[in-house]
């Protein structure tokens, strides 16, 4: 521009003026010289003196290398077009951005004469634009994440300017034309009433808004927005706001709504009982499983305390434990008929939002696993053979039975069979059991359900009655259990007559004990079997109390048995000329009140104490310390060669510690082996294991004789007094009595007697009273002689005497 450089300095100075308050400066460049021309402006900006001349590589040179191949580009399309070419460039530091706007002037053959151009300092406008755009796309991501868009309304004309993301929430193409109409057709049909209404307060009094309303989209789609609004600052009529789509928070929302009520569905389906206690411990809500459980409506349970739907059992065990409310472990609830359910608890405290306390508690149904658990207790507890409750069971039975408050109403029948051991000898164990099985399912079958069966041992069965009056009072029930033990069984093909002697028992108070039951009802029942087979007795007050004295004999038996205080009579068995050759020991007990008791008084006492074996330590030592000690006469035969007969009932030769004890004893006394005989009833030295027969013939090898006392009382025929392993056979009083005046007892005798001497064992006789049995007896052969007429037990003092006059007197014939 060769005017540039003659323009009058005032209109030049002017324009210098402009260009440097918009940073700019304007330049010419002369193709064919390659000279540039620059504005003072443009000298200033690019802090070039005025001075120095510059090419138009000069300029470029100026240019960040990054703006290179934007630079050549410029170049190529200013020599093949004349418009006007903006470009954008950085200088060096690249911290300032200028525009370079440039044209072409070309020559009459439309070659390229010289570029004119300006440039202009964009650095502070490019960082604005870039500020704006970097606005623009956080606000439209923040739309984006928030799901919320922006709008305006003109409350005058309508229309509405929304944000891009605004038109995708609604579903409508972004830039289409919308209307406050527009808007509300959108809005759920059931809410654009109202929705409307709302707008349109805002619109009168530019009181901010806030709301939520459905929204039916074009596609059909349905959203929840809320929306906000308010009135710009600016003009009246323009209203602004956001939308946001809470459709997803509200689901959320709406489906812990719904998993709350189906929590609730669940815990009122839930087969454990639920309740929710406030703090006095009352019901507040209970479930349908906790009310069938406790078979009240929830009416009925709202309102009941803790404590009043427990057992009374439980609810004693809890009572003066401190907070004792909800410990989870176990609880007896009771049932609106009074049944107990076994539970076991598991609680939460929890606070309500007005910050009351409350528990939520989960009662689980454990009665089936008790039961379980007492199934498992049953196998402990009750008889193989028969399945039925064993002793143990039966103390138990009758301890809970007595503890409740029924008492009165419990009855306990005792059952022995008759004859039994008749038939477990002649028929064998297996025909036994099977009878003893067979009449257990009889009993069981035929019995109210308030009876229990079972077994005590051997051929003895307990029946338990918990409630007499239902089973129609306790002579009809006894008679109803000896009708069912009175029978035909068949077993092995054949068909057992039995019957079953039964003593009944009911408690005489509330002090009466299970063991005290049982007593009474054996006592009952020996006296029924006493009266013959098949016979029912109860348990008299006479009864009651004897069984109760004897119960206190055996107490005090026990007692004189370890302190010593029995004592021990002696009766002479002498030789057919009147020679003491041995002497019974018969026991005596010189009780403090009652005065010297007698065996017979006793005895039973210590069988059913189970003394029996005690007792018979006790007269072996005793007997053999004292015999040991009887005075040698002059010649010192007599006194030291007769022998001590001792009876034995508890300590028998299929005890595993006979031979061992009865030693013991000889070793202790110091004792002759010879002098020691032992009594024995034959049914304790029949069908002995060879175990036992090898003990005895131990014992028999030292030198002790075994006696068969009683002979001719027990089943035994005199055929099997071979298979007895005794050397002393002595008859029973009965034949003895009868010898000199009943034929058949005469007979039995001396066929004894004969036997026994081809036997090679001697005899004794029993009960010898008068001289004409003396004398009879004597006539058939029999060894020894025992009886009043001889010499009646007497004490230990008084049989030393005897031993010392020497042969006892026998009174002749009358
Ligand atoms: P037992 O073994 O048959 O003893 C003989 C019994 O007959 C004794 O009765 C005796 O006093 C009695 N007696 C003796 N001579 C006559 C007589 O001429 N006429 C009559 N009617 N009776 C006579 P006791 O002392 O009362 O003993 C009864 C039973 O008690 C004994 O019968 C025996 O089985 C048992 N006993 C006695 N002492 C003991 C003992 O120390 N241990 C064991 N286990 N049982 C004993
Ligand atoms: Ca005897
Ligand atoms: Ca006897």
């Not at 460049?29 to 510059?54: F, K, N, Q």
């Not at 003109?154 to 038109?167: A, F, G, P, Q, V």
């Not at 077994?455 to 307990?462: L, N, W």
């Not at 060894?783 to 020497?806: C, H, M, N, T």
């Amino acid at each position: 521009m060769a005017n540039f450089a003659d323009d009058p300095a005032g209109e030049r100075d002017l324009l210098l003026e402009a260009q440097r308050i918009a940073s700019m400066g304007s330049w010419m460049v002369e193709v064919g010289t390659g000279r540039a021309y620059l504005s003072d402006g443009l000298r200033v900006l690019c802090s070039i003196p005025r001075d120095i001349t510059v090419s138009v590589e000069d300029l470029v040179a100026l240019v960040h290398p990054d703006d290179m191949v934007a630079i050549g580009e410029f170049r190529d399309r200013l020599h093949s077009e004349s418009v006007l070419v903006e470009l954008d460039v950085h200088d060096q530091t690249g911290d300032r951005a200028f525009l370079v706007r440039a044209r072409a002037e070309l020559d009459e053959s439309g070659g390229l004469r010289a570029v004119h151009g300006t440039v202009q300092d964009v650095t502070k406008i490019r960082a604005l634009e870039r500020q704006l755009s970097q606005d623009g796309r956080l606000f439209r991501e923040t739309q984006r994440v928030a799901r919320m868009g922006t709008w305006e309304w003109d409350t005058e004309t309508d229309e509405c300017l929304w944000s891009s993301m605004l038109y995708e929430l609604a579903g409508i193409e972004p830039g289409t034309k919308i209307t406050y109409q527009d808007y509300l057709r959108i809005v759920h049909p059931d809410d654009r009433a109202w929705v409307d209404q709302r707008w349109r307060e805002l619109a009168a009094t530019r009181v901010p808004v806030e709301c939520e309303h459905r929204v039916v989209r074009p596609d059909g789609k349905r959203r929840v927005f809320r929306v906000r609004g308010e009135a710009a600052d600016s003009e009246r009529s323009a209203m602004i706001g956001t939308c946001q789509d809470v459709t997803e928070q509200r689901s959320t929302e709406t489906r812990m709504q719904r998993s709350s009520k189906r929590f609730t569905d669940l815990v009122a389906i839930t087969p454990v009982g639920i309740a929710l206690f406030d703090d006095a411990e009352r019901v507040v809500d209970a479930n349908d499983a906790l009310c069938s459980l406790l078979g009240m409506d929830l009416d009925k349970l709202r309102g009941m305390t803790a404590d009043q739907i427990t057992h009374p059992d439980d609810r004693a065990n809890r009572r003066g434990r401190a907070g004792a409310a909800f410990h989870g472990g176990q609880r007896v609830l009771v049932t609106a008929a009074g049944k107990p359910v076994y539970c076991e608890l598991n609680a939460t405290v929890s606070v309500t939002d007005e910050g009351r306390r409350f528990w939520l508690v989960v009662f689980a149904d454990v009665t089936d696993r008790r039961r379980h658990a007492e199934r498992l207790r049953h196998q402990a507890t009750h008889d193989e053979l028969t399945g039925l409750p064993g002793r143990a069971a039966v103390k138990e039975l009758l301890a809970s039975l007595l503890g409740g408050r029924d008492y009165e109403r419990i009855a306990l029948l005792f059952c022995d069979v008759d004859n039994f051991k008749r038939v477990n000898d002649s028929l064998g164990h297996d025909v036994g059991d099977e009878l003893i099985t067979a009449l257990a399912r009889r009993l069981e079958r035929g019995l109210p359900p308030s009876c229990t069966v079972a077994r005590m041992s051997g051929d003895e069965y307990v029946v338990i009655c918990a409630d007499v009056d239902e089973a129609g009072g306790v002579e009809v029930l006894a008679n109803q259990v000896a009708s069912l033990l009175r029978t035909a069984v068949p077993v092995r093909g054949q068909l057992l007559r039995v019957s079953a002697s039964i003593g009944a028992a009911v408690p005489s108070g509330p002090e009466t004990t299970g063991a005290d039951l049982l007593r009474y009802a054996d006592a009952a029942m020996f006296t029924a079997k006493a009266r013959g087979t098949g016979r029912v007795s109860l348990a008299s007050d006479a009864l009651i109390a004897s069984a109760n004295s004897q119960m206190l004999l055996e107490g005090q038996l026990r007692e004189a048995i370890a302190n010593d205080q029995l004592v021990l009579h002696y009766q002479p068995v002498v030789g057919p000329d009147g020679t003491v050759l041995s002497a019974e020991a018969l026991v005596r007990w010189p009780h403090p009140e009652r005065g010297l008791l007698m065996p017979g008084e006793f005895l039973p006492v210590a069988e059913q104490g189970d003394l029996q074996g005690d007792l018979d330590r006790w007269v072996l030592r005793t007997a053999l310390t004292e015999a040991a000690e009887w005075p040698q006469l002059s010649g010192g035969v007599l006194g030291g060669g007769v022998a001590i007969a001792v009876n034995l009932a508890g300590l028998v030769p299929g005890d595993p510690e006979f031979v061992d004890t009865v030693a013991a004893v000889v070793a202790e006394t110091g004792i002759a082996w010879d002098r020691v005989i032992l009594e024995l009833v034959e049914t304790s030295l029949i069908d002995l294991p060879s175990r036992s027969r090898e003990a005895m013939a131990e014992l028999v090898e030292r030198g002790v004789r075994f006696a068969v006392d009683d002979f001719g009382t027990g089943y035994s025929s005199l055929a099997r007094l071979k298979e007895l392993p005794a050397q002393i056979i002595k008859i029973d009083r009965r034949f003895v009595s009868g010898v000199a005046t009943d034929a058949s007892d005469f007979a039995v005798a001396r066929a004894l007697v004969d036997m026994a001497r081809a036997m090679g064992r001697s005899c004794v006789a029993e009960g010898v009273e008068n001289a004409t049995q003396f004398h009879v007896l004597r006539g058939v052969g029999v060894d020894a002689y025992q009886g009043w007429l001889l010499s009646r037990p007497i004490p230990a003092r008084d049989f030393r005497e005897v031993l010392k006059l020497g042969p006892v007197h026998i009174p002749s014939g009358a």
